[in-house]
């Protein structure tokens, strides 16, 4: 199926006050699940037009259900427009596509042809101060990007989460407001990819969700909340299943919404073969715990930026391996009594236990998993802090309810440590002022020691050398 352009629209269930999917991004995907298909997606950008454009024809045309991404340059995501401008006239290759550097003309002619209701494209930047590329991006036609005021403020620098927020809230507003009808603006929170990796799901779920609401609150109707595939194949189909029920119970009803979820975004294989059984084991756990798009990542990310030929290679074998997985047993219904729903990969509560989805005939709504339970802890805390969901995001990481361990922006306490237990599981070492429980050492009953130098670097290492080291067939 090449870049949805053949997919049928069968019946979707829609909750009443739910936006149209015609001209969305969120009906696309949510079309391709009713359809049985995972929709996958590269992180590609070029500061070339041309080969910008070649990316995308090569993604629309590959054999998957694609959307497309432009992904911006560095300058332009920290605000250098001067720096920008300079490597455009000099012809300096970028790391991204320049979007408010390159005439909006062009960037329209980027994008004849390609972009629409059969394949949308997604701008995505790391930026905390997103206006000006919210502002481009709709001028060029589009209407959906990603972020957040925490995960597109923690990780990237220094710019103080207070502003963040501010910058943040307007980003929003803009987007719902200069987004033209039918289009329906939507946005992705990057919140559960924080640091990429050693961050126990439980963190990543809760501030995933809070950036979903955030985002509602300030005008959005279709957003999409993230998670990333971390150390545990059990653990994470346990935090994706987390984040489906979480959002069925926080989000308004008519607020369109899936789930994304991305290949391991920590320390790659170095092998092909190692690389390729991981972004394969990503595609089978969205499939088996209800994500219903996946960002891919490529053979080539343990030492250089993927070619198009390589992201286009990628989203072949995550599709490939998609289509293969037996997905859940489907017991629960749609809204009214009808069919299942699409957004929550046609079963809201498969494997709930926390199982890996393999057999989840015995799953039910009402098993809280230990994801389930920390993250709404998290969400719990954080929204008794402040009716304002801005002011409680600074409060929390204030005053440590919220912190996300290894990150060093100085808003975030630091208080927090995490580890791989034995059965590879992240779990907390340390967890401050948080309303988590830290883990126990067997038969001691004192909590896990902090990871030394060595520790850490095994951790960070781990997940590369087992897959590097893994046999065919296992």
């Known amino acids: 199926m090449s870049g949805g352009a053949t997919l049928l629209a069968p019946g979707v269930q829609r909750e009443p006050g739910a936006p149209q999917p015609d001209a969305s991004f969120g009906g696309f995907v949510a079309r391709a699940a009713a359809a049985g298909q995972l929709v996958v997606q590269p992180r590609m950008g070029f500061g070339d037009p041309r080969r910008m454009r070649a990316g995308l024809e090569r993604t629309k045309s590959a054999v998957a259900t694609t959307v497309g991404t432009l992904t911006i340059d560095s300058y332009t995501r920290v605000g250098d427009a001067a720096a920008a401008r300079a490597a455009v006239a000099e012809g300096t290759a970028l790391n991204g596509y320049p979007i408010t550097t390159h005439p909006v ?88 990819c924080m640091l990429g990796q050693l961050c126990p799901p439980g963190l990543l779920v809760a501030l995933s969700l809070l950036e979903g609401m955030f985002f509602v609150r300030h005008g959005i109707r279709s957003v999409s909340l993230s998670y990333a595939q971390q150390t545990d194949p059990a653990q994470d189909a346990e935090a994706v299943r987390a984040l489906r029920r979480l959002a069925a119970e926080f ?105 890996d989805g393999s057999d989840s005939s015995d799953s039910s709504d009402s098993s809280d998993s230990e994801v389930y339970r920390e993250a709404r802890a998290f969400v719990e805390a954080v929204l008794e802090l402040d009716e304002d969901l801005g002011r409680a995001l600074r409060a929390a990481f204030a005053r440590g309810v919220l912190d996300v361990p290894y990150c060093l922006h100085p808003d975030n306490a630091g208080r927090s440590r995490s580890f791989v237990d034995a059965g590879g599981r992240l779990r907390w070492s340390r967890t401050g002022s948080m309303p988590a429980t830290p883990c126990r050492t067997p038969g001691a009953g004192a909590c896990a020691p902090d990871l030394g130098s060595d520790g850490l670097l095994a951790a960070v290492h781990g997940v590369a050398r087992r897959y590097d080291e893994q046999e065919d067939g296992q």
């Open 105 to 192: 003309e062009l960037t329209r002619s980027l994008l004849d042809g390609l972009a629409g209701p059969g394949f949308p494209v997604q701008v995505r930047h790391g930026s905390s101060r997103p206006e000006a590329i919210v502002r481009a991006l709709v001028a060029a036609g589009l209407d959906a990007t990603e972020g957040g005021p925490v995960s597109y403020c923690l990780p990237y620098g220094r710019t103080p989460l207070a502003e963040s927020v501010e910058n943040w809230a307007r980003c929003c507003e803009l987007l719902a407001s200069l987004t033209p009808a039918p289009r329906v603006p939507h946005l992705e929170s990057f919140g559960g």
């Open 251 to 355: 989000l308004p009803a008519g607020v369109d919404r899936h789930v994304v979820l991305y290949t391991y975004m920590g320390v790659f294989p170095h092998t092909a073969r190692g690389a390729t059984r991981l972004l394969e084991a990503s595609a089978r756990l969205a499939v088996r715990s209800g994500a219903q798009r996946l960002i891919v990542k490529t053979a080539a990310e343990a030492y250089r930026i993927p070619t198009v030929l390589e992201n286009v290679r990628a989203l072949e074998t995550a599709a490939a391996t998609a289509a293969l997985q037996e997905r859940p047993y489907v017991r629960s219904s749609g809204p009214g009594g009808g069919p299942p729903d699409p957004r929550f990969g046609g079963d809201r509560c498969a494997g709930s236990d926390g199982s």
